[in-house]
């Protein structure tokens, strides 16, 4: 897979702790990289990285820590850095604002600080989100020349760490002058909703609904109408393992950003997406909670996808049917028999990417 460079290379993961930092973990440890992940503690219980655990040097810290996170760049001297840690949660970042910025920006920024100070790396992949852009309701996809915003303070800080992005691209790190007076390439992904096993987050879809049925209780459903790009876990992160591929082959024309996103069919409704979990796992029931007084969120989020697939030759590989048949199934397996059926789910993905003649997985 993705030609064999992530054997033996030395990998710095920001946020390998979370929910979708676990899962890219599991898979660079699977293809023998030597992965350093460095993040806040696990943020729930129980949680995906603990239930995996991966033989990886795990260090716990913050990506406000400037002294700390240059300290671990220097000493672990990895080649590619996936930066992923950040604060997730939109309505979060309203009870958090401050420190939402903080972790989503600034982490930013100093990832991308001790990167410049650090000889050995070639290759930084941040990692942002399809909230990045100035949201209009549009039925359309958004592109990445579409104009950066927020309305919540999430969004806007993942915007932010866009700007930031590009600005630490164009004044030390431009292509233009790659293998002349640096030797590193920046890209950026932005990825809509992923979902799959393992995640416990609070204010997610996935997570409320299979706690709520393992305890037999009724989920409440905030805003059944809202639609986004649904996909699972692993599908972005073939993305962003691809991504760093090409940078790390000196590939300086990927140096930008990049959509990964669903198929235009499987941008599902919450309504839809609740459906179709109870048709696979009848124990889960819901009622819909609609507050007048509860944030903002998005209505109405795609994402166009044409420059990955075209450019990048990335390709979803799972429906989003079949995505939400292996979510039900990793969740079921956990509740009822105790099983952590990541790797079994990571081979079942890589095999359908075969079986299509994905190029990664060739």
């Known amino acids: 897979m993705f030609n064999n460079i992530y054997q033996n290379k030395n990998v710095l993961l920001t946020g390998h702790t979370g929910f979708k930092g676990s899962w890219l973990a599991l898979w660079l440890a699977q293809m023998g990289a030597n992965v350093t992940g460095y993040s806040l503690q696990p943020p729930t219980e129980p949680n995906h990285f603990q239930l995996l655990n991966l033989k990886l040097k795990s260090v716990i810290g913050d990506v406000r820590n400037t002294d700390k996170l240059k300290q671990i760049f220097k000493e672990q001297k990895p080649e590619i850095i996936f930066h992923l840690a950040a604060q997730a949660i939109v309505r979060q970042s309203y009870l958090e604002p401050v420190e939402t910025f903080a972790s989503n920006v600034m982490g930013t920024v100093n990832v991308l600080e001790a990167a410049r100070a650090c000889n050995t790396i070639r290759a930084v992949v941040i990692v942002t989100s399809d909230k990045c852009y100035e949201n209009h309701e549009w039925p359309w996809g958004y592109r990445e020349i579409d104009a950066l915003g927020g309305y919540d303070p999430y969004s806007a800080s993942k915007a932010c760490a866009e700007i930031v992005t590009t600005c630490w691209r164009n004044s030390f790190f431009h292509p233009d002058d790659y293998g002349k007076s640096h030797e590193i390439l920046i890209a950026s992904a932005r990825a809509g909703n992923v979902i799959g096993g393992g995640d416990w987050a609070a204010d997610r879809l996935i997570p409320d609904i299979m706690r709520a049925a393992s305890k037999d209780e009724k989920v409440k459903i905030r805003n059944p109408h809202a639609t986004r790009p649904w996909q699972h876990v692993l ?82 590989v799972w429906t989003g049917k079949e995505t939400i048949e292996k979510t039900v199934e990793w969740y079921r397996a956990f509740y009822e028999s105790g099983k952590v059926q990541s790797i079994y789910h990571l081979n079942c993905y890589i095999e359908s990417a075969k079986s299509k003649n994905i190029a990664w997985a060739e």
């Open 235 to 316: 599908e972005p992160l073939s993305g962003y393992l691809l991504l760093g591929q090409k940078l790390l082959e000196g590939r300086r024309e990927f140096a930008e950003a990049w959509n990964f996103g669903t198929a235009e069919q499987d941008n599902l409704s919450v309504g839809e997406i609740v459906e179709h979990i109870r048709e696979m796992w009848p124990r889960i029931d819901y009622e819909i909670h609609q507050s007048p007084s509860q944030p903002h969120e998005a209505g109405l989020l795609r994402l166009d996808c044409s420059k990955a697939r075209i450019q990048l030759k990335w390709f979803p």
